[in-house]
């Protein structure tokens, strides 16, 4: 496998698919895909009901890469006629195997030191979230890790989780503090995603999550510590642009929907986007308030009431589900994404990577949504593509292989889509390609 390190490319504009295709110089062709699923935003940005099965797939297709960027998408006769190839043209022969936009990751939490492997045995003998939580493990075990912990040591770490990503086919990722718990511990952590972000071929949206539990010194004090969050936290951290979104753990216990609107209603007064996780363990009301605000997106929605659910709809919200993380909680119940997909309610996907869901690879989060959720192997995958790439506000640039867009696209050694759920728990990924460059090759080992 060659892993690609060196800083890449992070913004391309998209350009007009008439705009003289030939002038330019073709870096790369990927031809004789059985399945190219190119997820062509003709058919709806986001993908809603129905909609979400159709991937505008084109057999026998290929692609042309220039700059960066897809010069071409169409069959492989077309591009052969258009861009025959020549000594320096890099050619991917696709035979028998599927061909996909780039997994975007829309909900995770690299950004972190310590392990919690011990919680397994706890959670085996019966113990809830919370009540981990309350014992002083979950995320405040973290937090006193992550505390100690050297930016550089952070660095690492993220380093190594996002090649590992990459290596199961992601591309994007958007990712959250939220476990330093204090001013100078949550900078430190978006400093770190913000490196991160210029060293590693995988691009990273980051989200200041603040508000990701109470920390020890504030127990009892929840409302101290929100003016602290309002107060300092979020103007350092908008006065030095570190980060996009701002989110909230809204949830019994931790913040209530109040507090959560005092944080995101000040979060948004400093230009940064509000998102949310909500209905987690209980039902608090989240999607209504998610609505209410028209967050970006909101996380894990197990419990969401249809009245949120309806407000959700008629919002710009994209509801982003997190089967691993039930899986691992070993709860019964998983969201409601038949309903949802049925009321017309955008559908996301993402691995919520985290010390307690440690999945870096959003093939297994497509099988847990398939054969939990209910959900087909089309509507899963325009989940983990396009409606992802909209739950981070970057439909432009990726999540569907259309001319202008980013070449980040992933070459599967499998001849087509419904294998994904199918041929679950081992890497289906033959190469990786990040804006035009091959950064996983499995077929040089």
Known sequence: MSVRSTPTPK??????????????????????????????????????????KNLAIIPDGALAISRGSIKFVGTTQELIAKF???????????????????????????????????????????????????????????????????LTQ??????????????YGTTTIET?????????????????????????PIDIISTFLGAHAVPPEYKGKTDEYVELIVSEMIPKIAKEELAEFCDVFCEKGIFS?????????????YGMKPQIHIDEIVDSNGAFLAAELNAVQVGHMLKSNDKGLK???????????????????MLKDYAPARKMIEMGIPIALATDFNPNCWTESMQIIIALACYHMKMSPAEALSAATINAACAIGRQEEIGSLEVGKKADII?????????????FGVNLVSKVIKNGKVVVDFEKL
């Open 11 to 52: 913004r391309i504009k998209r350009s007009d698919q008439n705009n003289n295709e030939q002038t330019a110089q073709v870096d790369l062709i990927i031809i004789h895909a059985n399945e190219l699923v190119t997820m062509d935003t003709t058919y709806g940005v986001p993908r809603v009901g129905k909609d979400m």
């Open 84 to 150: 025959p190839p020549n000594e320096e043209t890099i050619i991917i022969d696709a035979t028998n195997k599927l061909v996909t936009p780039g997994f975007i990751d829309p909900h995770t939490h690299i950004i972190f030191d310590g392990y919690r492997e011990n919680e397994l045995e706890m959670k085996l003998a019966g113990m809830t979230y919370l009540e981990i939580l309350e014992s002083g493990g979950g995320i405040l075990k973290t937090v006193k890790a992550t505390r100690k912990a050297p």
């Open 154 to 167: 952070l660095i690492k770490n993220g380093k190594t989780i996002l090649n590992r990503m990459m290596e």
């Open 176 to 200: 959250k503090s939220g476990y330093g718990l204090d001013t100078e511990s949550e900078i430190k952590s978006l400093l770190a995603a913000k490196e991160l972000n210029l060293e590693h």
């Open 257 to 269: 929907t109040e507090q959560t609107k005092k944080i995101l209603l000040t979060a948004i007064k």
């Open 311 to 329: 407000a959700l709809k008629e919002s710009k919200t994209i509801a982003t589900l997190l089967p691993g993380t039930p899986f691992c909680l």
């Open 411 to 423: 070459v599967f050694d499998v001849p087509n889509h419904n294998f994904l759920p199918y041929q």
